[in-house]
């Protein structure tokens, strides 16, 4: 499947590293101007630079999303800039580990403003400005913990549950702009950061637990993430819109006590 994104200004947050760095790092391979919006200013500044070395379009901007009242500047410094934006991802995550107990106020308003929140405001912002923008596409990355209980904490799952929820909502009120809006919900996924880690030699236990719990026998990687996300944006979907897509290699389709015994007898 052939990718064209040429000429298109698209932002991705989050992506100073990690899952938004490989989307963003993929998108200006297919000739996107990518603009990594980030708080990290160092970790930010570095990937832009890295994916100009490589050839490719890239611009680092500063945000910090846990402060919406800066995004109508922070969209009018790139429009200034680029004079269009066709495409945000927004990818961003914040926020502490935490249980039903530990959870705290602080840590709960940080990851929902980041992770749910900015992508509303982000969006509404983009739609509202539709004639400067020409935006035609939102992706939101949300996350199995929208569907599942896991060992994330009680605000990721909320946050994660949100960013679906407005997934559908604004697929249904965006589309009369001409907007697409999907969203990708990853399951087991390996970052390039703790690829070393999972496939190093103390590791094997948890790393043949974690495989024999997938139906394809492997985990996913930040490339499965990126891929899906070009295509969702892509021309080549332009009739899906609305969608969450369950990134996971069909883990979460397994039923739960057959799964025990799959894991508990697994050699």
């Not at 697409?180 to 087991?188: A, T």
């Not at 944006?233 to 609305?242: A, D, E, L, M």
């Amino acid at each position: 499947m052939k990718f064209d994104f040429n000429e298109n200004i698209i932002i991705v947050t989050g992506s100073a590293r990690g899952i938004g760095y490989t989307i963003a790092e993929e998108y200006s391979k297919f000739g996107a101007h990518v603009i990594i919006a980030d708080i990290d200013s160092i970790g930010g500044f570095n990937s832009a630079e890295n994916i100009r070395k490589q050839g490719h379009l890239c611009s680092f901007k500063y945000i910090d999303l846990n402060k919406p009242e800066t995004f109508d500047n922070f969209i009018s410094d790139i429009l200034t800039d680029f004079k269009r934006i066709d495409i945000l991802v927004n990818n961003a995550r914040a926020g502490k580990k935490a249980n039903l107990i530990t959870e705290t106020i602080e840590n709960w308003n940080l990851t929902n403003n980041v992770i749910m929140s900015s992508a509303f405001f982000l969006s509404q912002i983009l739609i509202r400005k539709k004639k400067e923008t020409k935006i035609t596409s939102i992706l939101n990355i949300s996350s199995i913990a929208g569907i599942l209980a896991t060992p994330e904490s009680p605000s990721y799952h909320v946050a994660k549950a949100a960013l679906i929820a407005l997934t559908k909502y604004l697929a249904v009120e965006a589309a009369k702009y001409g907007i697409r809006v999907n969203c990708i919900l990853p399951g087991f996924i390996v970052q390039k950061e703790h690829v070393k880690r999972y496939n190093s030699v103390e590791n094997n236990s948890y790393k043949k637990l974690s495989e024999n719990y997938q139906p394809l026998g492997k985990v996913g990687s930040e490339n499965d993430v990126a891929q899906a996300s070009l295509f969702l944006t892509s021309s080549n979907s332009c009739y899906i819109n609305g969608v969450s897509l369950i990134l996971d290699g069909g883990a979460t389709l397994q039923e739960q006590f057959g799964l025990s015994l799959k894991i508990t007898n697994f050699e």
